[in-house]
């Protein structure tokens, strides 16, 4: 590893080095444009919000980078060098860039057809994809402030200790006891970013990621710290984020991993999708995610996505179609009376209804147990993994990524190290049950973080 380390930074100096230099006597439009962007261009639409994807970045995500401060800038400056010899071939007038990522040669900007063209004619630019809005998967996870319960009791081994969840979305609310209390960062909520609003203070004032938040570093990893990563602007209810926004905040989450060397970032939690029908695994659709989310789990990041609460039974959106992405469906916590869910359209089992508001479909049901599949919940041949909660996957994938942070931790007790993402997962499927979802007929692993520990303790006493 010392020796890989040593050498890495010759390594991604080859697999940058390249001339950017208008491409003659070809037509590159067709080759470099995601489909519906052209089209948009054609038709005369103006400010083009666009993610440009450099020849490099497909080599470079998959890379494993030491965490030696001198290898990681050295990526990063002929990353940035990279981007730079792109972006300085296109007029202001044309392109403004409104994020550069910092571990993979990705941009996203606004350009104008013009600006959209030129770019699909230099060499190094390998794909344009449109930058899209992703929004809060449906559902409340908040719980009312400052009434939080206490976290079940456990044990320091299998509280989740000396990690840390990167939350994206809607920020942290740090002022919350529960959450710190206080300024920021605090002793819970340990650092972040507001990319919404492109300054240092991710503080939530709507709700879905505080709520998120509780389920992953409350109550299944009590003693885990957090990371707020703002995606948003202001409370999030009048605009969307964008894709560019999200990806932003995973580039940052590679970067600032060992912050705290004590807490390192193992998980991130990312509630938020675009609300796409995806029937199967989605990377070439969507590069510049894929490859985002590809480099998070080559930097030791496990990455927990919501699986939508659609009522699909062949699908999910993105990012939890995305191959490098564990995307998460929602059982039921406990028994309860019938629960009925309002549906954005038709989908396999739902039916009209007149009481969702503007939304006309919903799903119902009208038997509620423990481990039973949310009829809200989107399913799947490629869905990874159910966790429990109230119905809705934004709390599911949390209760994931807790579950993540206590076994790493864990791992890291008994083991003296953290475990990569495939072998953790590994483990993690180890103490699952399979689960029945009858409305898709699709058996997937069910995560319980109490039975996961009393295996693990189990295994211990032998």
Same mark, same amino acid.
């Given at each position: ?26 037509? %590159? ?50 990353? =940035? ?9 296109? =007029? =202001? ?59 079940? %009791? ?59 938040? $509780?389920?992953?570093? $409350? ?38 991993? /060992? ?15 675009? $609300? ?11 590069? %510049? ?94 869905? =990874? ?6 119905? $809705? ?9 807790? %579950? ?10 008994? /083991? ?47």
């Amino acid at each position: 590893m010392a020796l890989i380390n040593k050498y890495l930074p010759f390594l991604v100096i080859t697999l940058l080095v390249f001339n950017p230099s208008l491409v003659s006597g070809r037509q %590159a439009e067709n080759r470099v444009i995601k489909s519906g962007l052209l089209e948009k261009a054609q038709a005369g639409e103006k400010d083009l919000r666009v993610i440009v994807v450099l020849d490099q970045a497909e080599a470079l995500a998959a890379t494993p980078v030491s965490s030696d401060p001198a290898a990681r800038q050295s990526l990063q400056s002929l990353v =940035s060098s990279s981007q730079k010899a792109v972006i300085s071939r296109i =007029s =202001s007038a044309e392109m403004e860039v409104t994020a550069r990522l910092e571990n993979i040669p990705i941009f996203a900007a606004t350009v104008t057809p013009k600006g959209l063209l030129a770019l699909a004619n230099i060499e190094g630019v390998a794909q344009i994809q449109e930058d899209r809005p992703v929004y809060p998967c449906a559902g409340k996870t908040a719980l009312e402030t400052n009434a939080m319960p206490d976290p079940r %009791a456990r044990a320091d081994l299998h509280s989740g200790r000396n990690v840390s969840i990167a939350i994206v979305g809607s920020g942290i609310d740090y002022e919350n006891e529960t959450m710190g209390g206080g300024g920021f960062p605090n002793s819970k909520v340990i650092g972040g970013y507001d990319f919404g609003d492109e300054d240092e203070d991710p503080l939530d004032c709507h709700g879905h990621e505080t709520g998120v938040a $509780y389920v992953a570093g $409350y109550k299944v990893a009590s003693e885990a710290k957090l990371y707020a990563l703002k995606i948003c602007p202001g409370c999030c209810e009048t605009e969307p984020s964008w894709v560019s926004k999200m990806l932003a905040a995973w580039d940052w989450c590679i970067t600032h991993k /060992e912050d705290n060397p004590a807490y390192p970032i193992t998980a991130i939690n990312i509630s938020w999708a675009d $609300y796409t029908h995806n029937t199967s695994q989605c990377d070439q659709a969507y590069q %510049a995610e894929a490859l985002a989310a590809a480099a998070c789990k080559a930097s030791g990041i496990a990455l927990f996505a919501a699986a939508g609460n659609e009522n699909l039974c062949d699908g999910m959106p993105m990012p939890a179609c995305l191959s490098e992405v564990i995307s998460v469906g929602a059982v039921y916590d406990e028994n309860s009376s019938a629960k009925t869910y309002c549906l954005p359209y038709q989908a396999c089992s739902s039916w009209p209804s007149s009481v969702c508001g503007g939304w006309s479909w919903a799903c119902r049901d009208d038997v509620v147990a423990k481990d039973q599949v949310s009829c809200c919940s989107n399913s799947g041949e490629f869905l =990874s993994l159910l966790a429990p909660c109230g119905g $809705y996957t934004s709390g599911a994938a949390p209760y994931a990524a807790g %579950a993540s942070a206590v076994l790493q931790s864990y791992l890291r007790e008994k /083991e003296g190290d953290y475990r990569e993402v495939d072998e953790m997962m590994e483990i993690l499927f180890g103490y699952c049950s399979a689960i029945l979802d009858f409305k898709s007929f699709i058996t997937t692993p069910r995560i319980d973080v109490d039975e996961m520990i009393q295996g693990l303790e189990a295994e211990q006493g032998r």
